[in-house]
């Protein structure tokens, strides 16, 4: 079965440093992996996804990870903390191929943003 | 359009009332799905309904009915609940190329139950 183990339920920055959300996966087939931000009362928004292909790869408000196989990882990273990036981020693994909308999520990482 | 468009987006109900949850997104997605979220949790898959069709049921009770009218639409009914059914409901969706994973989901319904 595959799961998803997000390092550091709460993760505090000050604003312009480095970001890094860590999350490990297991998974006995290659894995879809996912980052999803969810604001204060709102609903869940894609980061940024790997399927296949580039290992590191981009996504939206400035945001990154990168897949490596052989730590089993899909940590996210910012260079530059903004106060807006305060959220929950969730790590999600994608359960077998043809998707059955089984998203096994991580358990989330709170990220404060210190002015 | 890009949106899931989830009403009422809260709700508070006793635990004898009939209500309903409604979902709909227009972008052609044949994939609809129900998530219910406790505070400080991940999403917790409750239905998965493929091509108007229940695929999974992940033994959710039967207090939560979920409907499927169109390919757009996506109704949770909910009936005789507890107070730990408080929570966020979020509806989500995708295309019809299944296989990347990735889910576009709606702001959520926020159930209170007295």
Same mark, same amino acid.
């Given at each position: 079965?595959?799961?998803?183990?997000?390092?550091?339920?709460?993760?505090?920055?000050?604003?312009?440093?480095?970001?890094?959300?860590?999350?490990?996966?297991?998974?006995?087939?290659?894995?879809?992996?996912?980052?999803?931000?969810?604001?204060?009362?709102?609903?869940?928004?894609?980061?940024?996804?790997?399927?296949?292909?580039?290992?590191?790869?981009?996504?939206?408000?400035?945001?990154?990870?990168?897949?490596?196989?052989?730590?089993?990882?899909?940590?996210?990273?910012?260079?530059?903390?903004?106060?807006?990036?305060?959220?929950?981020?969730?790590?999600?693994?994608?359960?077998?191929?043809?998707?059955?909308?089984?998203?096994?999520?991580?358990?989330?990482?709170?990220?404060?943003?210190?002015? | 359009?890009?949106?899931?468009?989830?009403?009422?987006?809260?709700?508070?109900?006793?635990?004898?009332?009939?209500?309903? @949850?409604?979902?709909?997104? #227009?972008?052609?997605?044949?994939?609809?799905?129900?998530?219910?979220?406790? =505070?400080?949790? &991940? +999403?917790?898959?409750?239905?998965?309904?493929?091509?108007?069709?229940?695929?999974?049921?992940?033994?959710?009770?039967?207090?939560?009915?979920?409907?499927?009218?169109?390919?757009?639409? @996506?109704?949770?009914?909910? #009936?005789?609940?507890?107070?730990?059914?408080?929570?966020?409901?979020?509806? =989500?969706?995708? &295309? +019809?190329?299944?296989?990347?994973?990735?889910?576009?989901?709606?702001?959520?319904?926020?159930?209170?139950?007295?």
């Amino acid at each position: 079965a595959q799961s998803v183990t997000q390092l550091g339920s709460h993760v505090s920055v000050s604003e312009g440093a480095l970001v890094l959300l860590r999350c490990n996966y297991s998974s006995s087939v290659p894995p879809y992996l996912f980052w999803y931000v969810q604001y204060p009362n709102q609903g869940l928004q894609l980061l940024l996804k790997y399927t296949t292909g580039a290992t590191l790869v981009k996504g939206i408000n400035g945001f990154e990870a990168e897949f490596k196989k052989s730590e089993t990882s899909f940590h996210l990273t910012k260079p530059s903390a903004h106060m807006s990036d305060a959220a929950e981020y969730f790590c999600a693994v994608s359960e077998g191929s043809g998707n059955t909308g089984k998203l096994i999520f991580g358990q989330g990482t709170t990220l404060q943003v210190k002015p | 359009d890009t949106e899931v468009t989830q009403t009422p987006k809260h709700l508070v109900m006793g635990m004898t009332n009939k209500k309903s @949850l409604k979902c709909e997104q #227009h972008m052609g997605h044949r994939a609809m799905y129900w998530y219910k979220q406790k =505070a400080k949790k &991940p +999403p917790e898959l409750m239905f998965v309904y493929s091509y108007e069709k229940l695929s999974i049921n992940e033994s959710v009770p039967s207090r939560f009915s979920p409907e499927c009218p169109n390919s757009s639409l @996506l109704n949770l009914h909910l #009936h005789a609940l507890q107070p730990e059914d408080s929570a966020l409901y979020l509806c =989500a969706s995708s &295309p +019809p190329d299944l296989n990347t994973g990735e889910l576009f989901f709606g702001e959520g319904s926020r159930l209170t139950v007295l």
